[in-house]
């Protein structure tokens, strides 16, 4: 049997190591394939995001809704809910939430806070237009009588995430049911602004909470 000295040796390993491995040219075509899939599958990454964020605020905001009328049929008072613009650095926008026991209808001193605010999360904000939103587009600014759902101005005493800013709101009443005239959909649409479309329709990503003014309860459409 023939040996090889050591030298020779190890120049025929590196020989067979080099002939298992790639080109140049092969890597930097492999790095170019994985750098255009990347850059395809961000948009698609982005919806899947937003479509997540959407749906975890609109859980929190339907949990506000069904714990005001809760807390209205076990205190056997009026809850307001409010919802607030509010700016969390993205811009000023319906994404906060509280919830009041009104003075003038418990009969106390002052309002009693049920939630001190609360900030939809994933910078999702509740749509403000005619169409998907009527909570907010068709809110009035009170005089004399409020009819809801009204839109006027937190006062100064109210908690510090959501004093002085303005704010639409409506009651919860004892029975369960919701002061809101009867006989048209009321609604609020969630959405990310960032991915609002350009017609100003909410983008592909959105979910719509329909309250049943009569019963208080909520319905969840999510395309």
Known sequence: MMKFPLPILFLKSAVRRGAAGFSL???????????????????????TLDGINISGAAGV???????????????????????YQHDDGSGL??????MVIPASMSGQATDEWVTRGKVLPGGVAFDDTQE????????QPTA??????????????????????????????????????????WCLTLKNPRSQSASGKPAANFVAIVVDSLTGRTMVYQP
Do not use: H
Request: glycine letters at 4%.
């Open 93 to 98: 926008a319906w994404r906060a939430m509280s």
């Open 132 to 139: 998907y939103s009527t909570m907010i587009s068709q809110a």
């Open 144 to 185: 004399g009588e409020p009819i809801a759902p009204w839109k006027t101005t937190e006062v100064s005493t109210a908690p510090a995430l959501v004093r002085n800013k303005s704010y639409v709101g409506f009651l919860f009443n004892p029975d369960g049911s919701t002061n809101l005239p009867n006989g048209q959909p």
């Open 61 to 83: 905001a339907q949990a506000e809704f069904a714990l005001a009328r809760q807390t209205a049929m076990s205190r056997n008072l009026p809850v307001e809910l409010r919802i």
């Open 25 to 47: 040219i092969e890597l930097l075509s492999v790095m170019m394939l994985l750098s255009v899939l990347a850059v395809a599958a961000v948009p698609a990454m982005k919806g």
